[in-house]
């Protein structure tokens, strides 16, 4: 069975500096995408980023991207030039072949002013 | 505004009694799952749907019962709950079988068990 880990549950960064969330996997398959999800205080979840993994190249959208790491099972998001609107619950997720989605326990960013 | 909308949004219901959870998509997915989001477990997923067949059960007590009537469609029915089943539920959507499309989400069903 896949399983996703988040190990740290809250971090804290200031504005407009850079801060790195740690994500790690465990799967059998191959092939599958990653995902980061953002939950603000709304509670609506949004798409952050995506990211396949065949593809070596790590993608990027914005301010934010990613370390795909895919011998390590590791899946960093990085978020630069940090903002007050980018405080929410950030979730990894991880979809394989069979259509399930899921997720890690999340970590809390808080965005100091 | 995600395309997904659940109802309603708030639920109190006492142990004894039936209530069902509403969830509607028109984005053309396939692919229809509920998650049970609690401080304890935070998204963790409970059923999936592909193509109206139930593709996962994840160990869920037989006191939730899934329905998905058609590709657009998902019930949660509920009965006998327990104040530990207090939690938001939340329902996605996804195009089924294509990995690299991401699930769209409801905002979620807050449930209280009294």
């Known amino acids: 069975a896949q399983t996703v880990t988040q190990s740290q549950p809250e971090m804290s960064v200031q504005e407009a500096e850079t801060v790195t969330l740690s994500c790690t996997y465990d799967?059998?398959?191959?092939?599958?995408?990653l995902f980061w999800y953002k939950q603000p205080p709304s509670r609506q979840m949004i798409l952050v980023i995506r990211?396949?993994?065949?593809?070596?190249q790590n993608a990027t959208e914005n301010r934010f991207s990613v370390n795909f790491q895919k011998a390590a099972k590791s899946f960093s998001l990085k978020i630069s030039d940090s903002q007050l609107g980018d405080a929410a619950m950030y979730f990894c997720?991880?979809?394989?072949?069979?259509?399930?989605?899921?997720f890690g326990k999340g970590t809390r960013l808080h965005i100091l002013p | 505004e995600t395309g997904v909308t659940q109802t309603p949004r708030h639920l109190v219901m006492g142990m004894t009694n039936k209530k069902s959870l509403k969830c509607e998509q028109h984005?053309?997915?396939?692919?229809m799952y509920w998650y049970k989001q609690s401080a304890k477990k935070p998204l963790e997923l409970m059923f999936v749907?592909?193509?109206?067949?139930?593709?996962e059960n994840n160990s869920v007590p037989s006191r939730f019962s899934p329905e998905c009537p058609n590709s657009s469609h998902l019930f949660l029915h509920l009965h006998t709950l327990q104040p530990e089943d207090s939690a938001l539920y939340l329902c996605?959507?996804?195009?089924?079988?294509?990995?690299?499309?991401?699930?769209?989400f409801g905002q979620g069903t807050r449930l209280t068990v009294v």
């Open positions: 996605a959507s996804s195009q089924g079988r294509r990995m690299n499309t991401e699930a769209f």
């Open positions: 749907y592909n193509f109206k067949e139930q593709t």
């Open positions: 984005l053309g997915h396939n692919a």
């Open positions: 799967t059998s398959e191959s092939d599958y995408y």
């Open positions: 990211q396949e993994a065949y593809k070596q």
């Open positions: 997720a991880y979809r394989g072949r069979d259509d399930k989605i899921i």
